[in-house]
């Protein structure tokens, strides 16, 4: 009798004492841009109910897929490519934005990141058109050369519009749109006074202000294989974002072939190379989503090399002799969390 009343007793006070250290936490999660998002909110404003976070978010989420899905022909990324002129197309401030920064980031990676590849990406069969029936040759690849190319497409921000040197040149920005749409959902939740939230759009995760314990958000870096999903590494984070990209989920198979969804401009095929996965922490989700990419096509060593002289916080996560090996920059070393426990 007695040890029920001691066991309970403790357990009870633990209970309350949790109760009254852990702040409200609301957590929504649902479909969009052809992948998931989830958030993660901690002490929302007195009134913020789920409905009211979720109605937010989608419309926000909703606004990012009319201006930039290549996947609808009424959105304006839709009608950009559709127009074969080559005088400036009026676009909203988001379009014009997010084009300037895709721009900077194809000149920082020289070239790796390039928002017109998307002739090239149809071309292997990826985006909205179906796997190819049959591998694009050499020949159909120099011809593409012709409408593909970051310096034939320009921005301007006053007013903001969109022009193309050559009438069939496209866009493509599912390199950076979703980690974009983090970008503008937290700018979003944080106007509505919520300081402390987690967002992840399909792998492009920001963490703001701290967590539900009082300390930087935890968040697991997938182990890059197909099977199960399984944590490899921790990152601790406030105020920043990380992206976790790898070919690992997104590729087909041809003949025991692998072709990864990410296109090396330098050549117009597929990557292939033993980069698993990058990881890559920055400012904004915007960022990290681009220069994930980047770094996919740079591979491990070069990539390697352009994140330590640009002294960026990324890992590299490479396949050798059938084991994975992780190589780190000093930067992204701080960052990583070797404790156990609750994220
Ligand atoms: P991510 O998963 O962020 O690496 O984005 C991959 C998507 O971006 C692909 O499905 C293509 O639509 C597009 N893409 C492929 N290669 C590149 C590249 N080198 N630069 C920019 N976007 C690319
Ligand atoms: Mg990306």
Not at 154 to 164: D, E, G, I, N, Y
Request: with cysteine; glycine share 8%; aromatic share 8%.
């Amino acid at each position: 009798m007695n040890r029920t009343i001691v066991l309970i007793v403790p357990t009870l006070l633990l209970a309350f004492m949790g109760c009254a250290k852990r702040p409200a936490e609301l957590s929504i999660s649902g479909p969009t841009m052809g992948t998931t998002y989830s958030v993660k909110v901690i002490e929302p404003p007195p009134g913020l109910d789920e409905a009211v976070i979720r109605h937010a978010t989608e419309e926000v989420l909703a606004g990012i897929d009319l201006a930039m899905s290549s996947y609808r022909a009424d959105s304006e990324v839709s009608r950009f490519n559709a127009s074969a002129s080559t005088q400036w197309f009026p676009v909203s401030a988001d379009l014009a934005r997010l084009v300037r920064a895709a721009l900077e980031f194809s000149e920082l990676s020289g070239g790796a990141f390039d928002v017109t590849l998307a002739p090239m990406v149809a071309a292997w069969g990826f985006g909205p058109a179906a796997q190819p029936v049959s591998l694009p040759q050499d020949a159909d690849l120099d011809a593409l050369r012709r409408r593909v190319g970051y310096r034939k497409l320009h921005v301007s921000m006053q007013p903001f519009a969109l022009r193309k040197d050559v009438p069939d040149l496209e866009i493509d920005l599912n390199g950076i749109a979703p980690g974009y749409a983090v970008d503008l959902l937290s700018a979003r939740l944080s106007s509505m006074g919520i300081g402390r939230h987690m967002i992840d759009i399909g792998g492009e995760v920001l963490a703001v202000g701290l967590n539900a314990r009082g300390g930087p958000w935890r968040v697991a870096v997938e182990r890059p294989v197909d099977a199960e999903p399984a944590p490899y590494a921790i990152v601790q984070l406030q105020d920043m974002a990380v992206t976790t990209s790898g070919e690992y989920r997104r590729y087909y198979e041809r003949d025991g072939r692998r072709y990864s969804h990410t296109i090396d401009p330098r050549t117009g095929k597929p990557v292939a190379h033993a980069l698993a996965s990058v990881v890559v922490i920055g400012p904004t989700s915007m960022h990290t989503d681009a220069w994930a990419t980047a770094f996919n096509v740079l591979g491990a060593q070069p990539g390697y090399d352009l994140a330590a002289q640009r002294q960026m916080p990324v890992m590299f996560i490479e396949w050798r002799d059938g084991r994975l090996h992780r190589r780190a920059t000093p930067q992204f070393q701080a960052y990583l969390d070797w404790s156990e426990g609750e994220s």
